[in-house]
């Protein structure tokens, strides 16, 4: 697939495949089309050319082929997103930043009330439901975000950067939670990242230059 914004060459003849179970790492220096990719692929942005398909529970679905109200909701129902700064809502709590995904999904909201005080939980955020973004450390910000990109049963996660701004033990922390709830339970995850060490904990690296796929390469176990 190939991806150009204007005059500027953002992807260039690009094939991936992920499979469940698998957490692939993608890196390279800023601007060779890594969050481009990560956008394309979870059906944000569309390529200029070539396919994207996805093997879901309702069968194999090309996301080009859907309108963007399609395509909305399948991000919806089947993937989930952490970014750096996670993108939560600072005026609501965590709880409603985790429930909110929900009840616009159809969830009634005692129901999804209910899933995102046991998702804090698990993620050991237990009792800091009703605080609210400004009240929580970075780490616990970006568990949040975590809790509500699985709260759906997401069977992708896409993340962009999301242990940029932590220290090295909370990076660690967000990120073994991460793989818990992905590859650990046999659903994907793609995690675009500057640090080695984030990927080196992934089991496969893709590394990328210019637009393209320069290397991709097992991790060992």
């Given at each position: 697939?190939?991806?150009?914004?204007?005059?500027?060459?953002?992807?260039?003849?690009?094939?991936l495949?992920?499979?469940?179970?698998?957490?692939?790492?993608?890196?390279g220096?800023?601007?060779?089309g890594?969050?481009?990719?990560?956008?394309?692929?979870?059906?944000?942005?569309?390529?200029?050319?070539?396919d994207?398909?996805?093997?879901?529970?309702a069968?194999?679905?090309?996301?080009?082929?859907?309108?963007?109200?399609?395509?909305?909701?399948?991000?919806?129902?089947?993937?989930g997103?952490?970014?750096?700064?996670?993108?939560?809502?600072?005026?609501?709590?965590?709880?409603?930043?985790v429930a909110?995904?929900?009840?616009?999904?159809?969830?009634a909201p005692?129901d999804?009330?209910?899933?995102?005080?046991?998702l804090?939980?698990?993620?050991g955020?237990?009792?800091?439901?009703?605080?609210r973004?400004?009240?929580?450390?970075?780490?616990?910000?970006?568990r949040?975000?975590?809790?509500?990109?699985?709260?759906?049963?997401?069977?992708v996660?896409?993340?962009d950067?999301?242990?940029?701004?932590?220290?090295?033990?909370?990076a660690?922390?967000v990120?073994?939670?991460?793989?818990?709830?992905?590859?650990g339970?046999?659903?994907?995850?793609?995690?675009?990242?500057h640090d080695?060490?984030?990927?080196?904990?992934?089991?496969?690296?893709v590394?990328?230059s210019?637009?393209?796929?320069?290397?991709?390469?097992?991790?060992?176990p």
């Amino acid at each position: 697939m190939a991806k150009n914004y204007g005059e500027t060459v953002a992807l260039q003849s690009v094939t991936l495949a992920v499979a469940a179970g698998e957490s692939l790492a993608v890196m390279g220096p800023s601007g060779c089309g890594k969050s481009t990719l990560l956008q394309i692929l979870s059906g944000i942005t569309l390529p200029d050319s070539g396919d994207v398909l996805y093997s879901g529970p309702a069968g194999g679905q090309n996301l080009g082929a859907l309108d963007d109200d399609a395509r909305a909701e399948l991000r919806a129902r089947e993937f989930g997103f952490v970014f750096q700064q996670g993108l939560l809502l600072g005026e609501l709590t965590a709880a409603e930043n985790v429930a909110v995904p929900l009840m616009l999904a159809g969830i009634a909201p005692r129901d999804a009330a209910a899933r995102a005080g046991q998702l804090l939980t698990q993620v050991g955020l237990g009792g800091l439901d009703a605080r609210r973004m400004g009240q929580l450390s970075g780490g616990q910000a970006q568990r949040v975000a975590i809790a509500r990109a699985i709260a759906s049963d997401a069977r992708v996660v896409f993340a962009d950067e999301p242990t940029g701004a932590l220290d090295s033990n909370t990076a660690t922390e967000v990120l073994e939670l991460l793989l818990a709830y992905t590859a650990g339970q046999q659903r994907a995850l793609v995690i675009v990242t500057h640090d080695e060490t984030v990927a080196a904990r992934c089991s496969r690296i893709v590394r990328m230059s210019d637009g393209r796929v320069v290397s991709d390469v097992q991790v060992a176990p």
